[in-house]
């Protein structure tokens, strides 16, 4: 049996997110800059009216900054949200940690989080998903508590899920 997920300390897991969030920051500046300047490499010049790898290049580097900049939006987002601590029997809304099982017995655990939707952790031995609440699936788990079912679409195939612990 999974231990209780309020044995994990969920300032230590924000940390651990706002890390894996700042990892990509730094990840994606470094190559926003290198496809900025292999956009205006002389290698890039045209070599006919046709040849736009060096103009494919700066849209690039111009994507990879604006997600720079999403990314630093969230980062300051998260570090400012107060994290609530759920009673039993509270429903789940932002900032709670679920153990939600499947059909066939399957365990998840989710942070349900307003940013940094996708990014996945691991922390005392638990791997987390952060789901947003917009998000289906955190669409599907907000307003509910401990032993609710509900049916979620995943692949086209309807699963259900209970949820087995909310902190």
Do not use: W
């Amino acid at each position: 049996m999974a231990k209780p997920l309020s044995r994990i300390d969920k300032d230590d897991l924000m940390r651990v997110v706002c890390d894996a969030i700042q990892h990509s920051i730094t990840t994606t500046t470094a190559r926003a800059r290198a496809t900025a300047a292999s956009a205006v490499n002389d290698e890039q010049r045209p070599e006919n009216e046709y040849d736009t790898r060096g103009l494919e290049e700066s849209y690039l580097a111009a994507g990879q900054a604006q997600r720079v900049a999403d990314l630093e939006v969230e980062l300051a987002s998260l570090r400012s949200l107060p994290i609530a601590r759920f009673r039993p029997g509270a429903p789940i809304a932002a900032t709670a940690l679920v153990r939600v099982e499947d059909e066939d017995g399957e365990a998840r655990v989710v942070f349900l989080l307003p940013a940094a939707g996708g990014v996945v952790v691991e922390m005392d031995g638990e791997k987390i998903s952060i789901v947003s609440p917009q998000s289906p699936l955190g669409q599907a788990m907000v307003g509910r508590s401990e032993d609710d079912d509900f049916d979620f679409l995943i692949k086209g195939k309807t699963r259900s899920f209970t949820v087995i612990d909310v902190s």
